[in-house]
């Protein structure tokens, strides 16, 4: 098999168009729709077989509205900020509250009734159902991250609240503000979601799966998490198709990630037998980054490990880590039918914010990373045996499923 071509001006393309053409990809959303169309479109294209589009009902999505903070309350500074996802709304016309500056783990034992308090990042089970008006969380970075509390939201009520960037919190806390101005709006709701797969057949039923999710935080978060992901994943079919493998691949585009993992959840029980035949799954979950790092998580033996690690040696991959762990979210539902995985990531420190744009992304790492994905896929589809043990340990097994409990969801 000869050098298989691939186009890094084609996978930064594909950024540009989710990102600048589409924008915002949160679920339920027009932009997710024009999404899930746009990557059917290309693997048609690329001539995969079997493409399709499934729809299904996402529980809980979070469309949010406006959300603003002034501190302090009357005519004070406005603080840039991000509502914490899935929290409850304020009154209309927002709320002015006493300020009380906590420590994170007195939002469980202190009275807060009908002030708005000010923490680092906490344990947010503190605060469900917590008669508190309002709560600020300071993010350990120069500008607020968006929070999805969807595994929460149904345990209980959120308190009203907002996310901001360490440097406004030690202002706040320098100034010796006493009050704040807080307003938070926020749509709860069902929605429904869609993923998309196409599949390269092989001459055998055995298959590996490789997947991206392609919908957004509703802040933005377009770029690395995750339309680099989606771009290498279609750089993958474009460059793959015409190949003549003894194992199948299926390209699977998942949706509603950032609320729970339900895509991939949902595609899992859909397909359930079909996994019966599923050697080896790749979540490909941020991509391209100019100043990220190539993170690589194993989920499955050490035999696994050493062969990706030789792949690495190989093609002299730049790789900063890879390393044995449990499974990544989108994982989880194939690690629970024993199926070994691969968590592909490179990201930056912008994700889940509007600074995670196609500008911070590099068409030389997205096409790096995807080259070096095209290597490692081509040899565990051809060759006759597994270089590796192609069933998860049950430990692992057991780990996957209670994470996934945890989260709500119960496999058959």
């Known amino acids: 098999m000869g050098r298989i071509s691939i186009s890094g001006e084609a996978i930064y393309g594909d950024v540009r168009f989710l990102c600048d053409a589409i924008g915002n990809r949160n679920v339920g959303t027009r932009g997710e729709v024009e999404a899930a169309r746009y990557i059917a479109d290309r693997f048609k294209e690329s001539g995969l077989q079997g493409v399709s589009i499934e729809e299904f009902d996402q529980p809980l999505s979070c469309q949010p509205g406006e959300a603003s903070l002034r501190v302090p309350s009357q005519g004070g500074r406005v603080i840039d900020c991000y509502p914490l996802g899935f929290c409850r709304s304020t009154p209309d016309g927002g709320i002015t509250r006493d300020l009380l500056v906590v420590d994170p783990i007195e939002l469980k034992t202190e009275d807060l009734k009908g002030k708005i308090a000010l923490c680092a990042h906490p344990n947010y089970e503190y605060v469900v159902g917590k008669e508190m008006d309002g709560l600020i969380v300071a993010d350990m970075t120069p500008w607020p991250t968006y929070h999805n509390l969807y595994q929460l939201a149904e345990k209980g009520p959120i308190p009203p609240g907002v996310s901001i960037s360490l440097t406004d919190a030690y202002t706040i806390i320098g100034l010796r503000m006493t009050s704040a101005y807080l307003d938070v709006q926020q749509d709860i709701k069902q929605v ?82 079909e996994l019966d035949d599923c050697v080896f799954a790749i979540n490909i979950d941020g991509g391209g980054a100019i100043l990220g790092r190539n993170l690589l998580s194993v989920t499955g033996s050490d035999s696994l490990l050493e062969h990706i690690k030789k792949v690495i040696s190989d093609t002299d991959h730049n790789v900063s880590q890879i390393c044995l762990r449990p499974g990544s979210m989108d994982s989880l539902p194939f690690n629970i039918k024993g199926i070994p995985s691969l968590y592909y990531n490179r990201n930056h420190y912008n994700t889940h914010s509007h600074h995670d744009t196609s500008y911070l992304l590099s068409e030389k790492r997205l096409k790096e990373s995807t080259e070096f994905l095209v290597e490692l896929l081509t040899r565990l589809a051809q060759t006759e045996k597994s270089p590796f043990s192609e069933k998860l340990p049950s430990e692992l097994i057991q780990k996957a499923t209670d994470n996934l409990l945890a989260r709500g969801y119960f496999f058959p």
């Open 192 to 273: 429904k979601a869609h993923n998309v797969a196409a599949t390269l057949p092989g001459r055998t039923r055995q298959f590996i799966a490789v997947f991206a999710h392609f919908d957004s935080v509703p802040v933005g978060g377009t770029g690395a998490d995750n339309a680099g992901g989606v771009a290498m994943l279609l750089g993958l079919a474009r460059s793959m198709a015409g190949l003549k493998l003894r194992r199948g691949i299926k390209f699977i585009a998942l949706s509603a990630e950032e609320v729970g993992s339900g895509g991939a959840v949902t595609y899992a029980k859909k397909h359930l037998s």
